[in-house]
């Protein structure tokens, strides 16, 4: 029983960037506003640190940080390019630290 209940919630914890291209009512999940993609994951003592990206219909991206899926921080950038470096310098400093990157 408790295994089923915990199954059923890792379902509904993830996100559009875990879902196929079509959805399960057939609409184009590339057509929605908001599009989110995790660019990776850090994990360390029980913990995790996700870098998600966001594409607000392509007028900007936002990059938000979360720790143990509470957001921590997001910044704005008008490009893809620009937030997925400011991603990745992000995580060579938590590598630094010495958090394990896990997908």
């Known amino acids: 029983m408790w295994a089923r209940s ?3 919630r890792r379902r509904r914890r993830r996100g559009a960037d ?3 291209a079509m959805s399960a009512g057939g609409e184009d999940v590339s057509a ?3 599009v989110r993609r995790r660019l990776w994951r850090a994990r360390r003592r029980h913990h995790h640190i996700d870098a998600v990206l966001v594409d607000r219909a ?3 991206w936002d990059l938000t940080f979360l720790h143990d899926d509470h957001v921590l ?11 997925a470096a400011e991603a990745e310098r992000r995580l060579a400093e938590l590598i630094r630290a010495g958090w394990n990157v896990h997908w």
Request: one cysteine or more; a negative charge; aromatic letters at 8%.
């Open 58 to 60: 392509v007028t900007c």
């Open 18 to 20: 875990e879902t196929d």
């Open 73 to 83: 921080m997001t910044w704005t950038f008008g490009d893809r390019a620009s937030a």
């Open 32 to 34: 929605r506003a908001d």
């Open 6 to 8: 915990l199954n059923s």
